[in-house]
């Protein structure tokens, strides 16, 4: 009782810890499900166009994207650029204002012939600085240049922390949970080893106390003895009665090893049984006659088997098959016997 | 005629059989020893344990019995003339009861009866009685052994047999000194029947019982080197106690054996390098060629029928067994596996063979059916050889050394079980069991 009550503590113990596992486990997955994603651009929908028999687009092909993929990956606030000036842009530099997304108007290409339009490039010509594009979040921080505040962003940098602060947290809490529970885990094991090392004695006493039970069962499950082996219309010779009926007298049988012409030796008993299964006595026959008053060997072979019948007493039948065995005949077969023994 | 008696009898009882609808055929059992309890009445005093001792032990050797212990009787029997409460026996487990009644008859004389009971089937199998004087009533323990024993195996007993062996003993100058020896199956009343003036090797006892012929040769030490000489056949009887010289010829003669009538002397003599089989008739004192050739045959055996002989030969390229008629025609030979075959033995019932192998995974004592099939291994050693049978064909001797050279003689089952070490009061090798020796002093009485 006490061992059941111990083993229940441990099962109950592992049982709570795996639960909280999972709870842990369960949270940290919501919660990461329903964090904002959109700056997130390893998390960015990307909708591939088409799809089936238009899921490789052709250079010509046009696709409107989605509408919110139209949006411009770009702070909320523009910032306004100085006009770039000396654009070698035939139409002036009004158009300098444009939006900067655009491609300087060097280029862009050129129309008509090129050796026209395009002035000789000299040496004297300034250098023009290319337009800057505007900061973006995924763009790599100056260390030198303090980085403009933008108060948009501002929350930004919070929320990150937030993440990263709520990331780490319930890291470093499952770490904690899992090394506690691997604690708990081998000091489950080694209450459970020491417990088995005194389990062992009352293996060998519950292997008897199964044996027995199995026993009893079989004894008293007369009704399922027979199902579904087919008894069928009787007959002789059915594989089915040397399991169920041959077996009740294999285990009292000492087969005497090492005698002569073993394989020559086939002893046949007839018997007789009562309604209950009872073996009658009087009714076990030796059927060779001759030889046992002859056969010195026969004869030990076939007391062997005599006194196994004797000793086995009564055979386990089922009511409703007890006339087939009234009157039957045991073939003792000592060759069989000894395979792998003479 | 017998046997068509037999097909007769079988038919009827295959009409018996059909007349029962259902045949259960039992096809395993337990190998296990039968329990037997051994009730003494001692009505002489003072022999109880010895007498039962004996019989205990020759039983419980076979590993066929297994005594029930005196403490565990719940029925306490004073008389052989009352059966038994079998229930009480059967209780306790025991299979078989033997009840023994010791009792003084005249001066020095002492009267034994012996009843067997089966518990199972509550019945009196067996009723042996006898008389035989005081001082002999080891071999009454033995005669009653074999009594139990045969009514429960159905095969003769072993116990009233003697074990011919030579005893070795090394000396301070480290010269090995070999004697004859003789002692019951047991190791019991052992005695020497030679000085070990002479090497003396592979005894062999005559059917008849009167004498043993021996190999044997006297050695001669020139130059610190030992040179043997006159190696021949010798015999010696045991009514007048006197060995002779059997047969002597240009060459070595070694590993005589007697054949089944006890007339004929088989022996292998060696000359050039070559070794041939020989038969030397003890009556008309001839001799003859059995085979010829450049090979090495020996250990020549005849088979119980006397109509074949086994040896070994290395004719095929390796130490082999081969058979043979007795007069040296149809050589067919016997083993084909890996290793070298020797000292082939043919059993008394005739349905084995004995041998020894060695190759290079050891030695073996094995067994082997007489047309070469079901070969198997019986023991292993450092070094095993010379196996020798029981009367009945159930056990095994041989000699075996160990690492150390101490040399001893073990016997094992014809299953391959129940090895032991027969207890000898020196080194011993080369053991031969004698047939079951007839005891003039013990009268059986008719029950």
Redesign the interface.
């Known amino acids: 009782m006490l061992h059941h009550k111990r083993d229940n503590a441990l099962l109950n113990r592992s049982l709570s810890c795996s639960v909280l596992l999972h709870v842990i486990i369960f949270v940290f997955c919501v919660v990461s499900h329903f964090l904002p994603k959109k700056n997130n651009f390893l998390l960015m929908e990307v909708e591939l166009s088409g799809g089936g028999e238009n899921a490789i687009m052709s250079p010509n092909d046009t696709v409107e994207p989605p509408p919110e993929l139209l949006e411009p990956i770009v702070p909320e606030e523009r910032i306004e650029e100085p006009p770039i000036e000396n654009v070698i842009n035939g139409e002036g530099g009004a158009e300098a204002k444009s939006d900067p997304m655009q491609a300087p108007e060097s280029a862009q290409e050129p129309t008509g012939d090129m050796s026209e339009s395009v002035p000789p490039f000299h040496d004297d010509v300034p250098e023009t600085k290319p337009a800057e594009l505007p900061p973006q979040e995924e763009a790599v921080p100056n260390l030198d240049e303090k980085p403009k505040e933008v108060p948009a962003a501002k929350e930004k940098p919070k929320k990150k922390k937030r993440k990263k602060n709520a990331l780490s947290d319930v890291i470093k809490r499952v770490e904690k949970k899992k090394s506690s529970e691997d604690r708990r885990k081998k000091i489950a094991d080694l209450v459970e080893k020491s417990a088995n090392a005194k389990n062992k004695k009352n293996d060998a006493f519950n292997k008897m106390l199964e044996g027995a039970r199995e026993e009893l069962r079989r004894s008293s499950d007369v009704g399922g003895f027979g199902e579904g082996l087919g008894y069928g219309s009787g007959g002789s010779g059915d594989g089915n009665y040397d399991k169920i009926i041959g077996t009740q007298i294999e285990r009292n049988w000492i087969v005497p090893a090492g005698v002569r012409d073993a394989e020559q030796i086939v002893v046949s008993i007839r018997i007789q049984l009562k309604d209950n299964g009872e073996i009658i006595a009087a009714g076990i026959k030796v059927l060779d006659e001759r030889r046992y008053a002859t056969d010195l060997v026969f004869r030990a072979v076939a007391d062997s088997a005599r006194r196994a019948i004797i000793e086995t007493g009564c055979l386990k039948i089922p009511k409703d098959k007890i006339n087939l065995f009234r009157d039957f005949v045991f073939n003792f077969n000592l060759a069989e016997a000894l395979k792998g023994r003479r | 005629m017998h046997f068509l008696r037999r097909v007769i009898?079988l038919i009827v009882?295959m009409f018996?059989?059909a007349n029962?609808?259902?045949?259960?055929?039992?096809?395993?059992?337990?190998?296990?020893p039968?329990s037997i309890a051994l009730n003494f009445i001692d009505k002489k005093g003072g022999m109880k344990r010895s007498f039962v001792g004996v019989i205990r032990k020759d039983l419980e050797s076979t590993c066929?019995f297994r005594s029930v212990s005196e403490d565990a009787f719940m029925q306490k029997m004073d008389t052989i003339l009352t059966d038994p409460t079998y229930n009480l026996w059967k209780i306790i487990n025991v299979?078989y009861l033997v009840n023994i009644e010791l009792k003084p008859y005249n001066d020095g004389i002492i009267d034994v009866t012996l009843v067997l009971y089966?518990v199972?089937?509550k019945s009196k199998i067996r009723t042996i009685s006898a008389y035989a004087k005081e001082n002999d009533w080891r071999k009454m323990a033995h005669m009653m052994a074999n009594g139990i024993y045969?009514r429960?195996?159905?095969?003769k007993g072993y116990f009233d047999t003697k074990i011919l062996y030579v005893a070795t003993q090394h000396t301070k100058g480290k010269h090995k000194i070999y004697r004859l020896a003789m002692m019951d199956q047991d190791g019991h009343d052992n005695q020497y029947l030679t000085n070990g003036s002479s090497i003396v090797l592979t005894p062999r006892l005559s059917p008849k019982g009167n004498e043993f012929s021996f190999f044997s040769y006297k050695e001669k030490t020139v130059n610190s080197r030992k040179i043997p000489l006159s190696a021949s056949v010798y015999r010696y009887n045991f009514n007048t106690r006197k060995t002779e010289l059997m047969v002597q010829f240009k060459g070595m003669t070694y590993a005589p054996r007697y054949s089944p009538d006890g007339n004929t002397l088989i022996f292998s003599l060696s000359n050039n390098g070559a070794s041939s089989i020989y038969t030397y008739d003890l009556v008309a004192r001839k001799i003859r060629r059995l085979t010829k050739g450049r090979c090495i045959d020996t250990s020549p055996c005849y088979s119980p029928d006397g109509q074949c002989i086994v040896f070994n030969s290395d004719r095929g390229g390796t130490q082999q067994l081969y058979v043979m008629d007795t007069d040296g025609s149809n050589v067919r030979r016997l083993s084909f596996s890996v290793g070298r075959y020797a000292t082939p033995v043919w059993s008394p019932?005739g349905?084995w063979i004995a041998f020894t192998k060695f190759g290079s995974s050891g030695f073996f004592i094995g067994i082997i059916r007489p047309d070469g099939t079901e070969e198997r291994m019986l023991a292993s050693g450092f070094l095993v050889e010379s196996p020798t049978w029981s009367p009945n064909?159930?056990v095994v001797l041989f000699s075996h050394q160990d690492y150390y050279r101490k040399e001893q003689i073990c016997s094992v089952?014809?299953?391959g079980y129940n090895k032991r070490v027969v207890p000898t009061q020196m080194n011993a090798i080369d053991p031969e069991w004698s047939g079951n020796i007839k005891f003039d002093c013990v009268y059986r009485k008719k029950v």
């Open positions: 009898f009882i018996d059989i029962c609808s259902i045949v259960v055929n039992v096809n395993k059992g337990v190998v296990k039968v066929l299979q089966d199972a089937s045969e429960v195996t159905g095969e019932r349905d064909g159930r089952d014809i299953t």
